[in-house]
């Protein structure tokens, strides 16, 4: 593939590593490419960071086809920079893609775009603790015509932002609140999609329990509010009774890579992990029955989050002392060491970025 470098006048300065926030900052450059239904994806680019010029009739704007990954770069402690399982977040894609009736973008092509781009802003990997550069390929139709139908023009773009460090304060259990009001998906419908649209929809539920405090909400299956989905934007998991339970995927919950990792992670340590429908009420009464050990939401920007209570129906339930615990600990430790090159690859899940 031909990728064409438009390089910029001057280079943006390099922003304090202990002050980056999420999502903040962007670097120098983005990649940039575009879908014809007659010519295939074509004119590959890096170029300067700038704004998007589209039409006010695009696709995106009117009928929200977008679909998005999200996935870091990391600095090891010897200077090197890589990634975490890419071509997962690609192979995800195209699955989401084929929702959204939007173009699949050939894998080996998709890599050499996210290689040769994060090749370019390499620099822009921090090197403080915690901290990593975000990536952030996304893809929407871009049609310009209010006409209805799936789409014949798309853009794809990879942006690319220094974040810092998740758990700056240190990792605190958080306070989630079980939703059961608002979905945030169905089967048959988008849930195993990462689009846009997905996270426009679970909006309301976050405002509300933020209001109450809670800073995530537990989502329950959308047909009878019964089976435990998510949390927040994070795949779930609990240790109920010595034995890791996390919810099976059944077309409403998003594949994370994250999951995935950890599902792979825990069957190399031997302990017992299954994926199944669970239901609110098991929930309920292994937290009323002192069975559940420990609960912890899973994604790529925490890696894991721990979850300390659990509030349904106004009844508040600690977890795990409102502590971390044992296994939660160890997977973050593991993943991150992973991750940032502390602790030895054994699974290939590392890609140098040279
Ligand atoms: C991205 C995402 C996750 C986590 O996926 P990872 O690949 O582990 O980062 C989980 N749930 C939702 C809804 C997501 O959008």
Known sequence: MEIKFVKRENLKAKPDEYNLGFGKIFTDYMFMMDYSTEKGWYDARIVPFENLSIHPASTVLHYGSEIFEGLKAYRREDGKVQMFRPMENIRRMNTSAERLCLPEIPEDMAYEALMTFVSTEKDWTPSAPGTSLYLRPFMFGNDETLGVHAVHN?????????????????????????????????????????????????????????????????????????????????????????????????????????????????????????????????????????????????????????????????????????????????????????????????????VEVK
């Open 154 to 350: 798309a853009t794809f773009v990879i942006i690319a932002s220094p974040v810092g460090s998740y758990y700056k304060e240190g990792i605190n259990p958080v306070r989630i609140m079980i939703e059961d009001e608002d979905v945030r998906a169905v089967r048959g419908g988008t849930g195993y999609a990462k689009c846009g649209g997905n996270y426009a929809a679970s909006n309301r539920a976050g405002e509300r329990a933020a209001q109450k405090g809670y800073s995530q909400v537990l989502w329950l299956d959308g047909v009878e509010r019964k089976y435990i989905e998510e949390v927040g934007a994070m795949n779930v998991m609990f240790k109920i009774a010595g034995e890791v339970v996390t919810p099976m995927l059944s077309g409403s919950i998003l594949p994370g890579i994250t999951r995935k990792s950890i599902i792979e992670l825990l069957g190399r340590e031997g302990i017992k992990i299954t994926e199944r429908l669970l239901s609110i009420d098991e929930l309920e009464a292994a937290m009323e029955n002192g069975t559940l050990e420990e609960a912890w939401g899973c994604g790529t920007a925490a890696v894991v989050s721990p979850i300390g209570e659990l509030c349904y129906k106004g009844v508040k339930y600690e977890v795990g002392g409102g502590k971390i615990g044992e296994v939660t600990q160890k997977l973050y430790d593991t993943l991150t060491g992973i991750q940032w090159g502390k602790v030895e690859d054994t699974f290939g899940w590392t």
